[in-house]
């Protein structure tokens, strides 16, 4: 047998039927050898266990409790010798192809450290998983009103999402699936374990690209999102979580004595925004993805 050519990652919370899924679908997306690790966080519903019967290649790592989604992460791609390696959510369900499409693309891309496929909801919609990262005047406007003015010119811009989508460089990617050249990955470090869910991404895709590595988006890749399996079950503290994680994150790029009054702003608004998505569903699902129409309108991206 071929020595396999990427290891996919799979950090598990107690996922349900989406893991079969998941492992099923992973079968038809790739004419390649491949390797699977489950990177389980503390699952409780047996649907882990459920599946090795089934899929006896599959390696079971037990992380020992519930660590986060990058410290998972990396611990599932320690020790992996393939060159690629793939870091995903399990309620991913693969179309034929889509992990060859995104393989074939990291040849194209040879400073790519991480490219990410076009990711459509259970109802035909693509979800914005290619965005540029956010700044103070792009993120605010976004956040206050995305929720309720989807099309608003801030939120467009943070998720370059006017026209048809186009192969090319992107700010950040979506962690639900992620293919990382595993030389870019590791030379950074993987995924900061000081994020436990949420912005764990976009600070990677940051990491990478001022390490001189590429993110690219490659839409012709399509996989679909389930939803959050486990983080229904949580809505209340991942909605903390993820406030959390977004000042993290901002504090970060604004470090430093001089910019210490900014991070108390920051503090301030994203403290008001959690207050009001716990009350507003508008606000705590915030702007609605793309609808599939608008897939039909020409859009520029960049080129190698």
Known sequence: MSAPVVRVVVVTYSPGESLAT???TLETATTRPYEVVLADNGSTDGSVEAVLPAYPGVRL????????YGRA??????GAATPWVVVANPDVEWTPGSLDTLLEAGQRWPRAGCLGPAIRTTDGRLYPSARAFPSLRRGTGHALLGPFWPGNPWTRAYRAESGRPAEGTTGWLSGSLMLLRREAYEAVGGFD??????CEDMDLCR???EAGWQNVYVPAAVVTHLGGHATRRVAGPMLAEHHRA?????????????YAPLRLVLALGLFVRYLLARRVTAVSEGAAPTRSADLLEERQCDTP
């Open 22 to 24: 998941f492992l099923r």
């Open 246 to 258: 977004l000042h993290r994150y901002l504090s970060r790029q604004y470090a430093g004595p001089a």
């Open 193 to 198: 374990p000081s994020y436990f869910m949420y």
């Open 61 to 68: 790592l037990r992380t020992g409790g519930n660590l986060g």
């Open 73 to 78: 992460a990396n611990l599932g791609a320690s």
């Open 207 to 209: 990491r990478l690209a």
